[in-house]
């Protein structure tokens, strides 16, 4: 079954204006931390925030948020002010279960930011 | 700078060839991740090394071997590689999550092309 769910393969938006990249997982661990990573076409995985499953308050940093409704087990991440620069991949993670960091990707989503 | 260094950036090699991945970090972490990930694809996880020792093999095949000298260095020792071996191959190091919840870090990558 899959963990992770990113079901819009694309998503546009215009320069300045805020986005919302979808994200569901599945999981019967109550410890778990889920994560979005950026990929632009030169390939490198850059993290950009982390929510871990005891957190209370929804994660921030800097122009990205993520919306953490547990009981929906969704982790859909905000990204306000687009940019020019914030066109890439974005994958959604979750790693569960105690021991080591086996991270699970979902298969991502292509943002296109628009003059 | 990404704080995980990979070399070679690109690689083109037989499929008799020998050749290995070097990945390295000086961030202390004493955990480190081999993805691989194909084209338009999501990363897969193929191995995990924790304190030195291998912790996860993903029934990876045995033409892929890995090797962790020290807690800084990942090595991807390759041997008989297949055309569908091509990919982009991501290292990523973090600290053990029975230390804290830290995200993994990526190097930007080793695009391998197998003829």
């Known amino acids: 079954a899959q963990k992770i769910t990113q079901t819009q393969p694309g998503m546009f938006v215009q320069e300045k204006e805020a986005v919302t990249l979808d994200c569901t997982y599945d999981?019967?661990?109550?410890?778990?931390?889920l994560f979005w990573y950026k990929q632009p076409s030169s390939g490198e995985m850059i993290f950009l925030i982390y929510?871990?499953?005891?957190?209370?308050q929804n994660a921030t940093e800097g122009r990205y948020s993520l919306n953490f409704q547990k009981a929906r087990k969704s982790a859909n991440l905000v990204i306000s002010a687009s940019q020019l620069g914030d066109s890439a991949m974005y994958f959604c993670a979750m790693r569960e279960g105690a021991g080591f960091q086996k991270l699970v990707f979902g298969t991502g989503t292509r943002l296109l930011v628009s003059p | 700078d990404t704080e995980v260094t990979q070399t070679p950036k690109h690689l083109v090699m037989g499929m008799t060839n020998k050749k290995s991945l070097k990945c390295e970090q000086h961030?202390?972490?004493?955990?480190m991740y081999w993805y691989k990930q194909k084209a338009k694809k999501p990363p897969e996880l193929m191995f995990v090394?924790?304190?030195?020792?291998?912790?996860i093999n993903e029934s990876v095949p045995s033409r892929f071997s890995p090797e962790c000298p020290n807690s800084s260095l990942l090595n991807l020792h390759l041997h008989a590689l297949q055309p569908e071996d091509s990919a982009l191959y991501l290292c990523a190091s973090s600290q053990p999550r029975d230390i804290d919840n830290s995200p993994l870090h990526f190097g930007n990558g080793t695009r391998l092309t197998v003829t």
């Open positions: 961030m202390g972490h004493r955990a």
């Open positions: 090394y924790s304190y030195e020792k291998l912790s």
């Open positions: 929510q871990g499953s005891y957190d209370q």
């Open positions: 999981t019967s661990d109550p410890s778990y931390g």
